[in-house]
């Protein structure tokens, strides 16, 4: 199971019902954020999922709506007292975002470790198997793909046929050597075939770009930034490297996801259900999110 809360759905400025960027993932009681625009912290105390959980940090680029809640943050993590090591990746340069930012949160109760990445990525956390990939910003920017596998369920069969004892099954489904007639026999040896996992793909700050639907094949969720709802602001997703709803929706059909969650709007954007209807013409399963919109997705 994989929970999801998009605690930030606004582009560049914070407005009074709309944070910046932040989204919070947790598998069985730890957790991440993508991204950590102004004021994320307050979202996490409001989400009440947990402070202390927050084992890594994935920063998508260095625009300031996207990591300007870094040292709130992290003063946060102290005053609960963290110990444990905090992860944060992003691009090249993180290391000097990160000492930067420091400068008005020098002392921590935990140390930070900083992982610079370079092209794409795949690295595992809190359980997921997590690959970054460029998008298209302008800038060094990455989207993230988050994938939940799931272990192949026992095969009773398998284990008949290998003599095993009833008494023994539970040893191998915790994942432990059993010995059989003075034969070991291994957990992947009782197992059937591997089970679909689950798969969320978030990507913002980007023109379209080819990774996105590959990335993204067949995900159980594909959350898309939706910086601009009306066709005419075309010209200006262009210019400053965002997408449409529209183009949004278009990267979700390819992808043949199972649904498609718009976020990011542009301050231009008062009610972003407004132009839903521009990304439903091309992908009908599509919603846009809000501040504080929670998700649970269920193995299938």
């Given at each position: 199971?994989?929970?999801?809360?998009?605690?930030?759905?606004?582009?560049t400025?914070?407005?009074?019902?709309?944070?910046?960027?932040?989204?919070?993932?947790?598998?069985?009681?730890?957790?991440i954020?993508?991204?950590?625009?102004?004021?994320t912290?307050?979202?996490?105390?409001?989400?009440?999922?947990?402070?202390?959980?927050?084992?890594?940090?994935?920063?998508?680029?260095?625009?300031?709506?996207?990591?300007?809640?870094?040292?709130?943050?992290?003063?946060?993590?102290?005053?609960?007292?963290?110990?444990?090591?905090?992860?944060?990746?992003?691009?090249?340069?993180?290391?000097q975002?990160?000492?930067?930012?420091?400068?008005?949160?020098p002392?921590?109760?935990?140390?930070v470790?900083?992982?610079?990445?370079?092209?794409?990525?795949?690295?595992?956390?809190?359980?997921?198997?997590?690959?970054?990939?460029?998008?298209?910003h302008g800038?060094?920017?990455?989207?993230?793909?988050?994938?939940?596998?799931?272990?192949?369920a026992?095969?009773?069969?398998?284990?008949?046929?290998?003599?095993?004892?009833?008494?023994?099954?539970?040893?191998?489904?915790?994942?432990?050597?059993?010995?059989?007639?003075?034969?070991?026999?291994?957990?992947?040896?009782?197992?059937?075939?591997?089970?679909?996992?689950?798969?969320?793909l978030?990507?913002?700050?980007?023109?379209?770009?080819?990774?996105?639907?590959?990335?993204?094949?067949?995900?159980?969720?594909?959350?898309?930034?939706?910086?601009?709802?009306?066709?005419?602001?075309?010209?200006?997703?262009?210019?400053?490297?965002?997408?449409?709803?529209?183009?949004?929706?278009?990267?979700?059909?390819?992808?043949?996801?199972?649904?498609?969650?718009?976020?990011?709007?542009?301050?231009?954007?008062?009610?972003?259900?407004?132009?839903?209807?521009n990304?439903?013409?091309?992908?009908?399963?599509?919603?846009?999110?809000?501040?504080?919109?929670?998700?649970?997705?269920?193995?299938?």
């Amino acid at each position: 199971m994989l929970d999801l809360c998009t605690l930030g759905t606004g582009g560049t400025m914070p407005m009074p019902d709309r944070a910046l960027a932040a989204l919070y993932a947790r598998v069985n009681g730890r957790s991440i954020l993508i991204d950590c625009g102004e004021g994320t912290q307050v979202g996490v105390q409001k989400l009440g999922w947990g402070m202390q959980c927050i084992d890594g940090i994935l920063i998508s680029h260095f625009h300031a709506d996207h990591c300007s809640g870094l040292p709130g943050m992290l003063l946060a993590l102290t005053k609960a007292m963290r110990t444990e090591p905090l992860h944060i990746y992003g691009p090249v340069g993180l290391t000097q975002i990160v000492n930067g930012l420091r400068v008005i949160a020098p002392q921590l109760t935990f140390p930070v470790i900083l992982h610079e990445l370079s092209g794409q990525t795949e690295f595992e956390l809190i359980g997921l198997q997590i690959t970054a990939f460029p998008l298209d910003h302008g800038m060094p920017c990455f989207g993230w793909k988050l994938h939940l596998p799931r272990k192949a369920a026992f095969d009773p069969e398998k284990a008949r046929a290998l003599n095993v004892p009833l008494p023994m099954w539970k040893q191998l489904q915790r994942g432990e050597t059993a010995e059989v007639d003075g034969h070991i026999i291994r957990p992947e040896d009782v197992m059937g075939a591997p089970r679909q996992g689950i798969t969320v793909l978030y990507a913002t700050d980007t023109r379209p770009v080819d990774a996105i639907p590959d990335q993204g094949f067949r995900c159980d969720l594909m959350i898309l930034e939706g910086m601009y709802g009306a066709e005419e602001k075309l010209p200006l997703a262009v210019k400053n490297h965002h997408m449409l709803y529209r183009e949004a929706a278009a990267l979700a059909r390819d992808a043949e996801a199972a649904r498609l969650l718009l976020t990011h709007f542009s301050t231009s954007i008062e009610v972003p259900e407004e132009f839903i209807d521009n990304a439903r013409d091309v992908f009908p399963d599509t919603d846009v999110a809000v501040d504080g919109m929670t998700i649970t997705l269920q193995y299938p």
